[in-house]
């Protein structure tokens, strides 16, 4: 008789708690954001499509290498009450004066670390430095597109506290993999500028907070009712098992959302386009047809990586 060994089965999305709307999505929204751009600008991001693409997601790999890079991405608006959640000052200084610079970072910092790289941003275009342009603008983008995650502004961020493990993945990268390409329509509207860039960023981050409730309850409620025999599918590869959540599940969980992820993400490609244009109208509209054949040097690359180690030394908020 023959005996099927299973050596190991890996939970595909337990753990992408650490990959925020997956490579899938994240790369997605920046390469779908460089669409909505005025066309002085798109001159110089359409060339480059590739680097905004690819280096949007530099900042999760960074969270395996420096520890100050963790709460970047995430708030856990929960610490501070319920909403919406006035107890925390929306302004940095206002903010550490009253609850310490640690115990802000110790629950994240995420949308004032997108004002950080806005700044940064704006200086590149204000220097013309093209590859300081390109890096910024594919990062900038990420933490745009995390703060749009509901589950990115609450300390229950992979269902761990509701046995909910894996709902993270699940919402982020499961869904959009699932339909973004096929069903989705995600470009709308052309960049705007944002004349209060840390307001908006608040409004965006208390739309997550207030979803988070739906975001877990309904899964909750998805997996009563659904054969628990059809939630996962299991596949092959290697020799591991690979779990996921069915593709059934998914379609289900997505219809009761009633189209939440799809509008987070369509809310994330715009909110990371206008930030760009912000950068460059604030910046005095730098003529960048002029850097449009630039490429990025060896050398440049060099001081990218450069500049990643000294984020290590000064990453700290205060400095900027
Ligand atoms: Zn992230």
Redesign the pocket.
């Known amino acids: 008789m023959r005996r099927v060994v299973i050596t190991g089965v890996v939970f595909l999305y337990f753990i992408p708690v650490?990959?925020?709307?997956g490579f899938y999505g994240?790369q997605h929204i920046n390469q779908y954001a460089v669409f909505l751009l005025p066309p002085e600008m798109m001159v110089l991001f359409k060339p480059h499509l590739d680097h905004i693409t690819e280096h949007a997601?530099d900042?999760?790999k960074r969270?395996y290498a420096i520890k100050e890079e963790a709460p970047?991405?995430?708030i856990d608006m929960d610490h501070y009450g319920t909403f919406p959640f006035d107890s925390l000052p929306r302004k940095w200084k206002e903010a550490i004066d009253r609850f310490s610079e640690d115990s802000l970072n110790a629950h994240g910092i995420v949308p004032w670390w997108i004002q950080v790289m806005l700044g940064r941003l704006t200086n590149a275009f204000r220097d013309k430095n093209v590859s300081h342009i390109l890096q910024y603008a594919a990062e900038l983008g990420?933490?745009l597109?995390?703060a749009h995650v509901p589950l990115?502004t609450s300390s229950n961020h992979n269902g761990q506290f509701t046995d909910q493990k894996g709902i993270h993945g699940f919402w982020e990268s499961r869904i959009p993999e699932l339909l973004a390409e096929k069903k989705w329509d995600l470009v709308s509207g052309k960049a705007q500028y944002i004349s209060d860039p840390l307001q908006f960023t608040w409004k965006l981050i208390l739309e997550s907070a207030k979803a988070v409730d739906s975001v877990l309850r309904f899964e909750k409620e998805l997996s009563f009712s659904f054969p628990a025999d059809q939630r996962y599918s299991y596949e092959s590869r290697k020799g591991i098992i690979l779990k996921q959540y069915s593709s059934a599940y998914a379609m289900a969980y997505n219809e009761k959302l009633n189209g939440m992820v799809e509008r987070r993400m369509r809310a994330s490609i715009h909110a990371v386009a206008s930030f760009w244009y912000t950068a460059w109208i604030n910046a005095g509209q730098p003529d960048l047809s002029s850097l449009k054949h630039k490429n990025i040097t060896k050398e440049e690359e060099n001081e990218m990586n450069e500049l990643n180690r000294s984020w290590k030394a000064n990453g700290s908020i205060k400095d900027h």
């Open positions: 650490l990959n925020s709307w994240h997601v900042p999760d969270r970047r991405h995430y990420h933490y597109a995390d990115h």
